[in-house]
């Protein structure tokens, strides 16, 4: 009992190292000296230590928004499991609670950045919920394929199963779902192609833009769940690489959060290398992503 | 042997007309090419020939109905066509020949030997997929010949051929490879030997085999939702081609469907054919009846008659029994007199230079009388009046479906033929009655009333007339032997 | 023995949603050639232990007539009919791209419904063959140009093919080398179908190719 806690902690205190390994990499791209790989650690307990402002057009939505979403993820993230260790909670059917976590989160953000009244906001709530209706679905349908694959039904299940990392087993239909997977994850993680966390241009943006009125403690919430969901969605793809190993408990989260850094430096590298899609052609992209996962989930239907 | 010259001596001077420089020797290698074709088949007549290649090439009693059917056609299409070349010649005199290899002329005598070669592989091919390379070729050979007159509407409607039939074509092949899997992956596709094993044929695979090769060559045929290429390929060709598209091409899609047929019958399937066939025959007689009646080109008009007859012929074979005879003498007559109204049709196009019927009146009246006589003759043996083998024909089809106590289908079909009458008796009087209203030049009409531009059409009407009046022995045990390879026992 | 080849098949599958989302003609003449060469090493695959000869000839055949023949053909087209370069489709590209993944599904269903004789080399091999054929059938449908109406017929055949050389491995080779010609000499009257289209209409939008038409479909 005691290391699914203790990987819980980890899972919360790592998250934000992920976003400082991204952005070393693309300053290596770049040719920068880059930022501290704890800055985003540093960013928070800064925006912690502050006031927020709040408009007096707004309600209690836009208060409870960073911290419904926050403390959805945070439950998420008891979910999901760990280099195939099982999670703090799991039960048969936690893959649609861990999906409607990730939703609600999104759905109070949305609605905080509604309730703003900001034209803006809107705007970038209004991309926001099309591109999940693209992106949702190809989750579900990838993880109802890796369910399938595997005979589980829970997502500690599913990657402890001692196939899950020989993907020669499983055939041609797993590539299709890590393919799905991946392009979901860039996606809900507002990456490139789909969204520019850096951009200052709000009207290219889609989740910066959402968040522009929030400040202070509100602030650090919203930049500190987003590395949480970071790291959970993270967790599906080096999971399916990775799966159950046992070379000892330790050895493996060792692994597992190379893993994951490895994961980061490789956004790092999609970041750098490609160009940020035209809003237009963004739903194309997330259509790719969904039949990848259609089509993988057929092919599960033997 | 005979089966492979009457292959190969159209496919070898094909190729040779396509380098002939001159005119005059072109057009008499194309009359003597088919002459010889014809005389071949009259020679092989009633012979067991078991041909070259491991019995790929023969022909059986079914399809040498088919065999008699086209080279008849092919030569009286190639009498009348060397008029019209000679006559046509005139207009691509003025066209820069520099940027062409071979003149348009060229082009069309090479591919109308080719079109008889490749059609002659297709009734010859005992062999499935072989069968398929023809039925491909065939498109292949005669979308220049539609494209004859190099004008706008003349590519659409290559355009379409081409590509409507490939595709219906492919899923032929698609049905083909399933047979061969039904067939238990023997690598055999000869049709003897598939008949052979019909009793232990897998009959699923059987059943979707024959569905999609029905769609398949149903398509090339011009059956009724899949027609869809055929009014427009059969209106922009020059006359003489769309004589041969509708009397021999058509026909020859139906072997495909028929070789088909064989082998589900073997495979005691008969009955699931025979309601496709009955279902996809009274649906294309509807189409063309609905077609006919608002119809204002009258090639057009020829070509949606085309589509009622096959869908005629369809019915009759999905009938069964004695209507099975009466499909192949609805189909001589078919091809005999389609073939004569498109060649009459070419001669008033030439003078009046125009396909809309309504601007047409009084081809009887007026100089192109002897036209008109044949114009109207021609629609009362398309539309089955009695000295007509066409007549004899749709009777025996009738007969047949009132005794198997099918009303619905014998009313159905009765409607649709009256519906057809209406509005081709509407279209050829109306054409024809009248008074003529301007005089057009002499050397039109010297071209509509060309001696052999009059005469085929005339032996046309003749032959499908006396074939319905007296009716031959011998013509009869050609008709009965092909029923009775198609289920009329 | 069975991975490769499953391999080979979904890459088959995926480019054809490949092919339904690309924008540009070129990127299409492409993947049609790439699905070609893969399709055509199909035979070859399936029965590694024993191959004929006439097995690779076909296999060779195919593979220079669809992998170099036909693209060649087709960007000699391209480029003399002067074409745009966008496929502009029906309906757009997500749709079309959720159709082919819907055709693929439906295939599934399809096959699933066929019994086989034998034990199958590859459980994908008849859907993947079928979504191939409804491919092609969708982009002839629903592409507007000429070419791309050619490209569809290309996939198309691969799909048939495909059923073929799994299914019924070596068929009669005289045969096949004719089917091959046959395809071959369609795409080639089919390349100057469509210079002549170009040369007459100045644009190959078969849309435009409307002129013949019967009064009661125009009304």
Redesign the interface.
């Known amino acids: 009992m005691h290391t699914k806690i203790v990987q819980f902690i980890l899972i919360l205190i790592l998250s934000p190292f992920l976003f400082g390994v991204i952005n070393r990499t693309k300053a290596f791209f770049a040719g920068r000296k880059g930022s501290p790989l704890l800055q985003l650690y540093y960013d928070i307990f800064k925006l912690l230590r502050k006031g927020a402002v709040y408009s007096k057009t707004t309600t209690w939505i836009f208060v409870a928004g960073p911290i419904v979403s926050l403390s959805a993820v945070v439950i998420a993230s008891a979910l999901i499991p760990f280099t195939g260790y099982p999670s703090l909670i799991s039960f048969d059917g936690d893959i649609v609670l861990f999906i409607y976590l990730l939703g609600l989160a999104r759905f109070f953000t949305v609605m905080a950045a509604l309730d703003t009244g900001s034209s803006f906001e809107g705007m970038g709530a209004s991309r926001e919920v099309q591109f999940a209706a693209f992106a949702e679905p190809s989750l579900f349908l990838s993880l109802a394929a890796l369910a399938r694959l595997t005979g589980s039904i829970s997502l500690s299940g599913i990657f402890s199963s001692a196939v899950i990392n020989s993907w020669?087993a499983f055939?041609?239909?797993i590539?299709?779902v890590f393919g799905a997977i991946f392009i979901v994850f860039l996606s809900e993680n507002s990456r490139i192609p789909v969204d520019d966390p850096n951009t200052h241009l709000e009207l290219t943006m889609i989740h910066e833009v959402m968040v522009l009125d929030h400040g202070g403690v509100d602030f650090a919430y919203i930049l500190y769940g987003a590395a949480v969901k970071f790291w959970l969605l993270g967790t599906l793809l080096v999971s399916m690489f990775l799966g159950a190993c046992s070379r000892g408990w330790g050895i493996d989260v060792a692994i597992f959060i190379f893993g994951m850094i490895f994961l980061a430096v490789i956004v790092g590298i999609v970041e750098s290398v490609l160009a940020r899609l035209r809003l237009l052609k963004v739903?194309?992209f997330l259509?790719?992503a969904?039949?990848?996962s259609?089509?993988a989930l057929?092919?599960t239907?033997? | 042997m005979v089966t492979v010259l009457l292959i190969t001596i159209p496919l070898f001077f094909g190729v040779v007309s396509f380098f002939i420089r001159d005119d005059f020797m072109r057009r008499g290698v194309i009359v003597a090419c088919s002459g010889a074709h014809l005389a071949l088949t009259c020679f092989a007549w009633g012979k067991q020939d078991f041909g070259l290649l491991g019995g790929w090439f023969v022909f059986d009693d079914v399809s040498f109905v088919f065999l008699i059917i086209t080279s008849v056609l092919f030569l009286g299409a190639s009498l009348y066509g060397v008029q019209y070349l000679s006559n046509e010649s005139g207009h691509f005199k003025d066209e820069n020949k520099k940027h062409k290899i071979f003149s348009n002329e060229a082009v069309f005598s090479g591919c109308f030997l080719l079109f008889l070669s490749t059609m002659t592989t297709v009734i010859a091919s005992q062999h499935l997929a072989l069968l398929w390379v023809g039925v491909e070729a065939t498109t292949l050979a005669s979308a220049p010949l539609i494209y004859f007159h190099r004008t706008k509407r003349s590519l659409e409607a290559t355009w379409k051929y081409l590509l409507i039939c490939s595709v219906g074509i492919a899923v032929a092949l698609l049905g083909i490879f399933f047979l061969a899997v039904a067939n238990n992956n023997q690598s055999e596709m000869l049709l003897a030997k598939v008949i052979e094993n019909a009793w232990q044929i897998n009959i699923p695979w059987l059943k979707a085999a024959f569905l999609l090769l029905f769609v398949g060559y149903g398509t090339k045929m011009g059956l009724a939702p899949f027609h869809t290429w055929l009014p427009d390929a059969h209106s922009e060709a020059p006359s003489v081609v769309s004589a041969l598209l509708s009397g021999a091409l058509l026909n020859c899609a139906f072997l495909g469907i028929l070789r088909g047929y064989q082998i589900c019958i073997a495979a005691g399937l008969q009955s699931y054919c025979q309601e496709i066939f009955i279902v996809f025959g009274l649906l294309s007689i509807l189409f063309a009846a609905v077609f006919i009646l608002g119809q204002t080109d009258y090639k057009r008009m020829l070509a949606y008659s085309s589509i009622e007859h096959m869908g005629i012929i369809t019915l009759g074979i999905g009938l069964g029994g004695g209507a099975v005879f009466g499909a192949m003498a609805n189909m001589l007559g078919h091809s005999l007199t389609k073939a004569g109204l498109f060649f009459v049709a070419g001669n008033i196009f030439s003078y009046f230079k125009t396909k809309k019927i309504s601007d047409i009146q009084g081809i009887a009246a007026g100089e192109m009388c002897r036209s008109g006589v044949l114009w109207m003759v021609g629609f009362l043996l398309i539309t089955g009046m009695p000295p007509s083998v066409i007549f004899f024909g749709k009777f025996i089809i009738l007969k047949e479906a009132l005794l198997q106590g099918r009303y619905g289908v014998t009313v159905c079909f009765l409607i649709t033929l009256a519906v057809v009458f209406i509005g081709m008796t509407r279209i050829f009087i109306s054409m024809v009655q009248g008074v003529s209203a301007e005089k057009k030049s002499k050397s039109d009409l010297r071209q509509a009333n060309a001696f052999w531009r009059t005469l085929t059409p005339v032996v046309f009407f003749v032959l499908a007339i006396g074939i319905g009046v007296f009716f031959p022995v011998w013509l009869t045990r050609a008709l009965e032997a092909a029923a009775k390879g198609l289920g009329w026992f | 023995m069975e991975m490769p080849i499953d391999f080979v098949i979904v890459t088959v599958l995926l480019m054809n949603l490949m092919m339904l989302s690309s924008s540009r003609i070129r990127t299409c003449i492409q993947i049609a050639a790439v699905q070609g060469i893969l399709v055509g090493f199909m035979p070859v695959i399936i029965d590694i232990h024993s191959i004929l000869p006439g097995i690779i000839i076909i296999s060779f055949f195919s593979i220079i007539l669809k992998g170099m023949i036909f693209p060649g053909l087709l960007f000699r087209a391209l480029r003399e009919a002067n074409i745009r370069k966008e496929v502009e489709p029906l309906g757009g590209y997500p749709l079309s791209l959720l159709m082919g993944v819907l055709m693929f599904a439906l295939s599934f269903w399809l096959t699933s419904r066929l019994e086989y004789a034998q034990p199958l080399i590859s459980y994908l091999a008849a859907p993947v063959s079928f979504a191939t054929f409804f491919t092609g059938a969708l982009i002839i449908v629903s592409r507007m140009k000429a070419i791309t109406q050619v490209i569809g017929y290309l996939v198309l055949e691969n799909g048939i093919f495909l059923f073929g050389a799994v299914f019924l491995g070596a068929q009669s080779f005289l045969v096949e080398l004719a089917i091959l010609l046959d395809i071959f000499v369609a795409v080639f009257v089919m390349g100057i179908a469509i210079f002549h289209i170009s040369r007459e209409f100045d644009h190959i939008d078969t849309h435009k190719l409307s002129e013949l038409k019967d009064l009661i479909t125009k009304k």
Request: aromatic share 6%; charged share 5%; no cysteine.
């Open positions: 020669a055939g041609p239909g590539y299709l739903p194309h259509i790719i969904l039949a990848l259609v089509v057929i092919l239907m033997r």
